[in-house]
């Protein structure tokens, strides 16, 4: 057989895993709190993976390693940042929001959180919300798309628009049918698939290249700054270079308003079992991002001969995969790939679906049994993945800048609220409306100028702007609520009462 074929073989295997696991949690599928937060029942272990896998995407083993191969360690302050980030939010983020979200009738999505939370009884927050998670996770699911497209035009030469509709087609059938559990179970598979990997593939490359001297001397030789996280400081004044180190890093501070990974939190079992979760996700996370980074410089020093070009650095982690490795086995590497592709967009994907149902078509009033509901939802799932695709039809997007975009989005627009909303009693909902939309409209046009997104990335803007407003508008809008005191004041007391066990 050919090497395509083993690879296929592998890659079909693992589809058919993660069919199979998507009609499970279909079995287990039957109201639209199960639908949406799998009925806040995730274990530590699960809910940490699931978080790693949904969070990390195609951009961990395309993204990163592509621009590392291409700049150097420099590129690595997103990883840093992004460790950084998750580690503050598990901590900070993770108890408090489980929390409260229970307490504050049982809000089972981040739209109804804030308007639950806030007492907003006119339904701007929740609509405001939702309307902004449509718009950003619509790029954000393309860029999955796009990764996809990518994965099977290098790996298999097959065409750019067959392989994004493959992929594209077996994520949505496992998340249109399986829910939250559906992609929270696949997740946990492909986080650890995709751990293997990022482990396995520099190991073998370092064993057969040779010793650690003589592979960072033919990195050294063809990118001599390769190894230098300061390298901004030797082309650019030290101001600039501060301020590139600090927009690079910045990705950590969208981690408080990504609502596919902080949905997480909210389906953990207890608030308690937030610290178990966040050793088992840290871990996960330092030493993938890890494996990715050294697969991108191995690949320096092994493609010194021939280098790849800027258009094909995505692809390094794929290449690597397939030289060293018996094809079967490669095919089993590269369906990493494919799995963290999957685990993202399934996971944007359920968010999109509640936005819609829960947050939007329920606010209207309309009475519908479970069943319609879930149906419901299920509809949204088609919906958001057909206008994603159409956004993907162009294979010259960037995975990266795609994932920037969108990533910055929901940092700007929610993670200032969310944090408020945990740790600050008077926080109006005039005040986080103003915040969020502020924090949305400043990402939105700060990406889309060059000049502005090239001097700074655009959620450390939109995260600022965003506070500052919600913070003015708040003070200048505050009275006393009862309700939002009693409810704050029971999430501090349970969170700090498990916290002291």
Request: charge should be neutral; include cysteine; glycine fraction near 8%.
């Amino acid at each position: 057989m050919s090497d395509h074929t083993f690879q296929m073989i592998a890659i079909a295997f693992y589809m058919c895993v993660m069919l199979g696991i998507g009609y499970f949690a279909y079995r287990r599928t039957s109201n639209i709190d199960d639908y949406m937060l799998a009925d806040r029942g995730l274990k530590p272990w699960v809910a940490a993976l699931s978080a790693g896998a949904s969070d990390m995407s195609g951009w961990l083993l395309m993204g990163l390693p592509g621009a590392i191969y291409i700049t150097g360690l420099h590129e690595a302050w997103i990883a840093i940042g992004l460790v950084i980030g998750a580690w503050l939010n598990w901590k900070f983020v993770a108890p408090r929001l489980r929390s409260y979200t229970a307490i504050s009738q049982n809000a089972i999505t981040i739209p109804s959180f804030f308007e639950k939370r806030l007492k907003d009884r006119k339904h701007l927050l929740r609509i405001a919300s939702a309307l902004i998670i449509l718009v950003f996770f619509t790029f954000y699911v393309s860029s999955g798309m796009v990764a996809a497209g990518k994965f099977f035009q290098a790996s298999f030469e097959w065409p750019y628009l067959n392989g994004m509709l493959f992929v594209a087609g077996i994520t949505l059938l496992y998340t249109l049918f399986g829910g939250f559990l559906g992609a929270s179970l696949t997740d946990v598979a492909q986080g650890l698939l995709m751990f293997a990997a990022l482990i396995a593939v520099p190991v073998v490359a370092v064993i057969q290249i040779g010793d650690f001297a003589t592979l960072g001397s033919k990195i050294t030789d063809v990118n001599p700054q390769a190894f230098n996280l300061f390298s901004s400081f030797d082309d650019t004044h030290w101001v600039l270079a501060v301020v590139a180190i600090i927009s690079t890093a910045a990705w950590g501070l969208g981690y408080f308003g990504q609502p596919h990974i902080i949905v997480r939190f909210m389906a953990l079992r207890s608030p308690a079992e937030a610290t178990v979760a966040r050793r088992i996700g840290i871990s996960w996370m330092i030493l993938t991002a890890a494996g990715a980074i050294g697969t991108a410089l191995i690949g320096v020093a092994y493609f010194a001969d021939e280098p790849l070009s800027t258009a094909n650095s995505e692809t390094v982690f794929l290449l690597l995969s397939q030289i060293f490795f018996h094809p079967l086995v490669a095919g089993l590497v590269l369906a990493a790939v494919l799995a963290a592709i999957m685990s993202t967009m399934s996971s944007q994907m359920i968010v999109c679906s509640s936005a819609l149902v829960e947050d939007l078509y329920n606010i209207m009033g309309r009475k519908s049994s479970p069943k319609t509901l879930v149906v419901l939802g299920r509809t949204g799932v088609l919906v958001i993945a057909i206008v994603a695709a159409i956004l993907a039809l162009n294979p010259e997007s960037s995975i990266l800048e795609l994932v920037a975009f969108a990533w910055a989005g929901f940092g700007g627009a929610f993670g200032p609220i969310i944090l408020l909303s945990l740790y600050w009693r008077k926080l109006t909902a005039v005040g986080a409306f103003a915040g969020m939309v502020t924090g949305a409209v400043t990402v939105f046009i700060w990406g889309n100028v060059s000049v502005l997104s090239g001097a700074m990335y655009e959620i450390v803007p939109g995260f600022l702007l965003n506070l500052l407003v919600a913070w003015l508008v708040s003070r200048s809008t505050y009275t006393e609520n009862a309700e939002i005191t009693d409810e704050f004041t029971k999430m501090e007391i349970e969170v700090n009462a498990r916290s002291a066990v």
